[in-house]
């Protein structure tokens, strides 16, 4: 048996063991023989070393330079197109989420519109059936792109919020039962929202200042139905507070870092994150790196350091490997991040150019393909 480094992994060589990722998911069983896709899955899931069986060990060259691969410090980094709708794993993804969607609607409307009493632990066991579809939490974040056309819902919204929250809870290393609590807060938090106008919430344009006034209330609204239902005291003040910032700037209490609950604190970065990159009436979903790039514009004032600093240089691995689409209308694979400006990774071109787009002015990535 043999320790190598991911990128030292070649096809054709077999796992001595099982390969887990530091959340302790599985990403390669033992006695796996290594494909292209298996090396891109053990890398995009930060895996360091993997165990491999010594005899088995196929000595393979390394090209100095070939169309899906470049070297990079010392490293090969494979290059992967974006999701394959088509994949097994994709449809049980698409399945469970739908279904869910439909749970979700008949479940949180007759909480509100009926005074129907709240059963936290099977709506949030509906939602676990969802991650549970995947092979990796980060995979979830690019599946979810590919949902980003789906009508722009509360339900929606929340679905995506809550499975944000649940892996953004891994990257923190919380503890299971907490991972649970902060995914059932994203569940619940936007449901004041029902209690809102839906003509207002779902204008196709600029809210008036007294439109607006109506929506701010609606955090509000959801503690006060939350706490007359049997749920947790986290999951009402997610509700109540997943519009606070930290630096005192948000709504409705304008209350600063050391007043707000930590939970709606990881919920209000997976609420904007989900905010920005769906589709809204008056625009279409905004591109991930955008969004990264507006919170590193942000700086840490605004949210907790640990937890904005955790989810960024997180979510932007999620992307390495995905086709993207510059505002110079060129296409191109995400390959390298930026660590310094994560919003501004290396791009290689489809006609095998490289675009570091941190030293590239005024060229951004516009979407996700």
Known sequence: MKTLFASDLREGMVTA?????????????????????????IINNNVLTVEITGEDIVTAKKPAEEDNKLMLTGE??????????????????????????????????DVVHKNAPIDVDDMLENTLEIVKSTN????????????????DSTFNHSLNVSLICNIFGHWLN?????????????????????????????KPGKLTDEEFAIVKTHPKKGYDLLKTKNVDPHIQMAALMHHEKCDGSGYPMRLTGDKIDWCAKIVTIADIYEAMTAKRVY??????????????????????PHYILTFLEHVVNSYVNCRVKLSNGAEGDVIFINKVNLSKPLIKTADNNFIDLSKSNGISIESIL
């Open 17 to 41: 063991a099982d390969t887990y990722t530091d959340q302790g998911y599985l990403v390669v069983p033992k006695d796996t023989v290594l494909t292209k896709n298996l090396i891109t899955r």
């Open 76 to 109: 090969f980094i494979d290059i992967s197109k974006s999701v394959d709708t088509t994949t097994k794993q994709y449809q049980m993804f698409k399945k469970a989420y739908d279904s869910n969607i439909e749970n979700l609607s008949d479940k949180i409307n």
């Open 136 to 151: 990796s939490p980060l995979s979830i974040f690019t599946m979810l792109s590919t949902l980003k056309n789906y009508d």
């Open 174 to 202: 919380l503890s299971e039962k907490d991972i649970e609590l902060v995914t059932a807060c994203g569940l619940f938090h936007d449901i004041g929202k029902l209690l809102i106008p839906q003509e207002i919430i779902k």
């Open 283 to 304: 625009r279409g979903p905004l591109s991930p790196f955008k969004v990264i790039s507006m919170f590193e514009d942000d700086g840490l004032k605004k949210y907790e």
